[in-house]
């Protein structure tokens, strides 16, 4: 038998970074290229840490909303929240730093308002309050509730 070298397995840290820099180096020619490279970067790859999944389906939430693929948009929220919970115990530094800039809960209060699925959108505020992210998701909260 001859010899082979098995390809080098990066860890989880080492794939999140590449999401990250790819991704911004897309963006450079607009939020359809970062949207694009997302895609492709999920149906390229089929063992992606799921706590990395996360980080992928919240910045291309972003994506989609800019360029109005609401379906995309709205299919990434979901699958960011199912994520969330597993980035947050395997990337917790990573996931402090990237709290403020979080996407998939705002974006999803947004699409849920419009579609008039008021008690979606108070857990998406739920959501964000529970993770600190300001007194601006109580504020969306109480103004949600009064549209019910």
């Known amino acids: 038998?001859?010899?082979?070298?098995?390809?080098?397995?990066?860890?989880?840290?080492?794939?999140?970074?590449?999401?990250?820099?790819?991704?911004?180096?897309?963006?450079?020619?607009?939020?359809?290229?970062?949207?694009?490279y997302l895609v492709n970067f999920l149906e390229k790859f089929n063992s992606i840490p799921n706590a990395v999944k996360f980080f992928i389906y919240d910045l291309l939430t972003e994506d989609a909303y800019q360029v109005n693929d609401l379906v995309l948009c709205r299919q990434a929220v979901e699958r960011a929240g199912e994520y969330l919970e597993e980035a947050r115990e395997k990337h917790s530094r990573q996931l402090?730093?990237?709290l403020p800039s979080l996407r998939f809960v705002e974006r999803g209060i947004s699409i849920t308002v419009e579609a008039g699925e008021y008690e979606s959108a108070l857990s998406f505020c739920d959501l964000a309050i529970k993770n600190g992210l300001g007194k601006a998701y109580a504020a969306k909260r109480a103004s949600i509730e009064r549209m019910l």
């Open 1 to 36: 038998m001859s010899d082979r070298r098995r390809p080098p397995v990066k860890k989880s840290d080492e794939i999140l970074e590449d999401v990250f820099a790819g991704h911004r180096e897309a963006l450079i020619d607009g939020s359809e290229s970062g949207k694009r």
């Open 96 to 98: 402090t730093e990237y």
